[in-house]
Structure formats: C-alpha cells, structure tokens
C-alpha cells in the first residue's frame, strides 16, 4: 500500500484545515487508516483511526473528524477550532488492525501543519 498525504499548511488558531491520503496498491477497504502527528522534538503520537470502530486521541475529540471514501481510496482528517499545539507533521497510515498504537503497516510521508497564535 502506497500512501501520500496532503492537504498541510500554515493556519491561525480557531481555523480549520482538511488533510488527505490517498492510498493505493491493494484493497483498500480491507485497511484500518489512521492519522498521527509528530511535533519536533516529541514522539509520534496517535489522533485517530477508522477501521472496525472509530477512535479519537483525547486532545482532538470534539475538533478532529476522521472520514474515508473507499471508492477514491480516500482517507481524511478534517481539523476544526486548531490550536498552536497540533503543529506537527501528520502521518497517514494503513494497517490490517485497527490500532491506536503505532503499529501499523504502512506510512505516508507527512504533511506539515503549522498553527500559529
């Protein structure tokens, strides 16, 4: 599975951006997609998935909504009320599992987002 996130930018607090991920190479409806972020200096941590459920990192439920369109090969991640600390690098990734650690199969290669004060 080929993975291309885009969509990043730089934004001001309060607004919203929408992030893609087009995936290709097999059966994409057989994947669990999830985002993660990296910020510089941090771990790479989990936002959310969207598999056999849909789950949600604490910091972003209620802002963040995952959405797939498995005919496009879609997967993507609509940000609202975005806030100076979700500036990260943002990874798209595909697994067989849907999973909230890192363990998933495939990667994108990030997009980055930057949210100013």
């Known amino acids: 599975v080929q993975l291309q996130a885009s969509g990043g930018g730089l934004v001001q607090a309060g607004d919203s951006l929408r992030l893609s991920c087009a995936a290709s190479?097999?059966?994409?409806?057989?994947?669990?997609m999830g985002w993660f972020r990296q910020a510089a200096g941090k771990e790479r941590e989990f936002v959310t998935t969207a598999g056999s459920g849909t789950y949600y990192a604490d910091s972003v439920k209620g802002r963040f909504t995952i959405s797939r369109d498995n005919d496009k090969n879609m997967v993507y991640l609509q940000m609202n009320s975005l806030k100076p600390e979700d500036t990260a690098v943002y990874y798209c990734a595909a697994g067989t599992r849907t999973r909230t650690d890192a363990s998933y199969d495939y990667w994108g290669q990030g997009t980055q987002v930057t949210v100013s004060s």
């Open positions: 190479g097999r059966t994409f409806s057989n994947y669990a």
